[in-house]
């Protein structure tokens, strides 16, 4: 939520920015704005709406642009509409500043200020805080963050320019992200390394409550006692080419065909000798002993990707495994101890309710194990364990290729425990893992299946609510494909367990509402095939998904959509790309912006 940059150096400052807000804007598109020094001092820009406006106004200024120093911001309004005036730059005094987070004891502030006279501009939490440090400057500007922080209550990742130090930026954060990198062009500072790769793909990331000097020659840390501190230097494996369309429309379309070099990379390394392996990761099975229950906890798809992780782990581990949405876990007591293994799922590692969900977990004293995409993010580093899925940047706001790896590794967790606890002989253990071993290549097989769907998206585009429906892993799939549905063709569309339909939702199926019955599992098949029979005598158009080697009477759908034989435990891996085309074609069909849906943002970094 909301993306920010800085950049202090050799090169002109507005077109690192505006670079770096291109690549960010999956993080917030409502406005955007940078603000960069000049011989006249800072310039301020800002505007409502996509970067591209922003691009258009700064390219009014010209050359009376040039500057070397600079921060920018793309938002995701949480507090005060969408308006310029909120937008980000905000300035104070001799404070200009760029926020990440929510300040949550602004009215408060706000009050204090009111009471000195002092009125805001917008109607920001962030302008209170660049009020508040500019409180608290008189010559020093570590020492004015560091008090300003005190004062502040929630979740920041701050970069800021005082007047009186023109080249230097200086961050701080709490809860939300920031890297930073020092090359022979300048100093880099981002919410995400997608905005900076171009320019280098060794980084940091700034820990928490210290605050960064950044000048154009280096980058210097300090602790809140004023200690310096060494930055652990990480490395990024992709380039900028892959956080670019590279020829697709949208970035989701091209991150659906990613999806079997992703499987690939996050399950080669994880078998050796044929069996699933966690050495490369340096997680030891010692994380496993001792468990007698298991709790994913995770927002949206990667929760979703945890329902089909409870599916497989049941099944074959025997061992009980809750899932709990991460907003729900962390109010509500949960119970978990130090038998009580915690797995979260993050594509970004940084969203608010995962990330205290994990701190909650902890404090209960459980084993936690993240499953995490991006390197080094806050739930990577502060979980006893992690695997991290090689999925590289994911850039649309609708998850595809995350969830496909998060899933893979669902599926390696499972062979591992099972293995583990000889609830399955290694014979099948080994089966299994070739199955999953096949996988990239099975899903490459699926992404040709295009032309048929957007077939079928025409027919639903018109529609005003849909149904998924599906038992066992074809239900917990459904989910996930009524998701991706609704997030951005803006339909509405709700995933039913199908024998659950007839209790009360079935009342909504009449003449040609549309039943996407995902029809894998074939020891559930009879029944499914039931209550296909069920919506479509009320008048539902149905479309089914299934596989070759499901035997079933095509008169029974409207449209029948085949995925090649597979053992059913593995459909879903087919079954998912399936459901993102159809979202993805029912968006595009539509004309909407699929990678950019309203009111969203791709990194949930506010509760
Ligand atoms: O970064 P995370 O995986 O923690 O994000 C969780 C959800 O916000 C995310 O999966 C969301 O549901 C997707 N936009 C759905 O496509």
């Known amino acids: 939520m909301c993306g920010i940059v800085g950049f202090t150096g050799e090169i002109s400052a507005k077109d690192v920015l505006l670079h770096g807000l291109k690549a960010l804007e999956y993080r917030g598109y409502d406005s955007a704005g940078i603000a960069v020094e000049t011989e006249n001092g800072i310039k301020n820009i800002k505007t409502v709406g996509k970067v591209s406006n922003l691009v258009d106004k700064v390219n009014e200024y010209g050359d009376s642009l040039k500057a070397t120093t600079g921060i920018g911001h793309t938002r995701w309004a949480t507090h005060g509409g969408v308006t310029a005036e909120n937008a980000h730059p905000h300035r104070a ?36 805080a660049a009020m508040v440090i500019n409180d608290c400057y008189t010559d020093n500007p570590i020492e004015a963050v560091k008090a300003a922080v005190k004062r502040l209550k929630g979740a920041y990742a701050f970069c800021i320019i005082f007047d009186d130090y023109p080249e230097n930026i200086y961050a701080i954060r709490n809860g939300s992200p920031l890297v930073a990198t020092n090359t022979d062009e300048g100093s880099f500072i981002a919410s995400d390394m997608v905005a900076i790769v171009k320019y280098s793909k060794d980084y940091f990331v700034l820990p928490e409550h210290h605050i960064a000097t950044i000048t154009k020659d280096s980058i210097s840390i300090m602790d809140l006692k004023f ?171 609708a998850s595809t290729k995350a969830y496909m790896v998060q899933m893979s ?10 293995l583990l606890k000889k609830t399955v002989d290694e014979a099948e253990v080994r089966r299994l893992t070739a199955e999953l071993i096949h996988v990239p290549d099975y899903v490459k097989t699926i992404l040709d299946s295009d032309k048929a769907i957007q077939k079928i998206s025409n027919k639903i585009i018109n529609a005003n609510s849909l149904f998924y429906i599906g038992r066992g892993l074809d239900y917990v799939l459904s989910c996930e494909g009524s998701l991706k549905l609704k997030e951005i063709t803006y339909i509405h569309s709700e995933a039913y367990a199908a024998g659950e339909l007839k209790h009360g939702t079935i009342s909504l199926i009449t003449d040609n509402v549309p039943v996407i019955a995902v029809a894998t599992q074939k020891d559930v098949l009879a029944k499914t095939v039931s209550n296909i029979v069920e919506v479509r005598s009320r008048g539902a158009f149905v479309i089914m998904i299934t596989t070759e080697d499901v035997d079933v009477n095509t008169s029974l759908c409207d449209h029948i959509l085949v995925l090649p034989k597979v053992d059913q435990d593995f459909a879903p891996f087919g079954a998912a790309v399936m459901l993102q085309y159809i979202a993805y074609y029912t968006s595009y069909a539509k004309g909407l912006n699929v990678d950019q849906p309203r009111n969203l943002a791709k990194s949930v970094t506010v509760e």
């Not at 590794?409 to 099972?418: D, F, G, P, S, T």
């Open 409 to 418: 590794v669902m599926y390696l967790i499972m062979l591992r425990l099972a």
């Open 227 to 397: 200690r310096e501190v060494e930055p652990d230097m990480m490395h990024v494996s992709w380039d900028a080419t892959a956080a670019k369309k590279g020829g697709y429309e949208y970035f989701m379309l091209k991150e659906i065909h990613e999806q079997p070099e992703a499987l690939t990379n996050t399950i080669v390394p994880r078998i050796v000798g044929g069996l699933p392996d966690f050495s490369v990761d340096g997680v030891d099975d010692s994380i496993f002993e001792g468990i007698n229950n298991i709790t994913i906890t995770a927002c949206g798809t990667a929760m979703h990707a945890g329902l089909i992780g409870k599916t497989i782990i049941e099944k074959y581990v025997r061992i009980p495994v809750n899932v709990e949405i991460a907003s729900e876990y962390r109010y509500k007591n949960p119970i978990v101890d130090e038998h009580t293994l915690v797995i979260l799922v993050s594509q970004s590692g940084e969203t608010a309710d995962t990330l205290e969900a994990l701190r909650l977990s902890k404090a209960r004293n459980a084993k936690t194990l993240s499953i995490v995409n991006v390197k080094g993010s806050s739930i990577a580093r502060e979980s006893d364990y992690v695997l991290y899925t090689h999925a590289g940047p994911e850039i649309a706001v």
């Open 93 to 128: 005094g001799k404070v200009t500043l760029v926020h990440n987070g929510i300040i949550e004891n602004y009215q408060e502030l706000a009050a204090q200020f009111k009471e000195k006279g002092l009125e805001p501009v917008s109607e920001t939490d962030t302008e209170i």
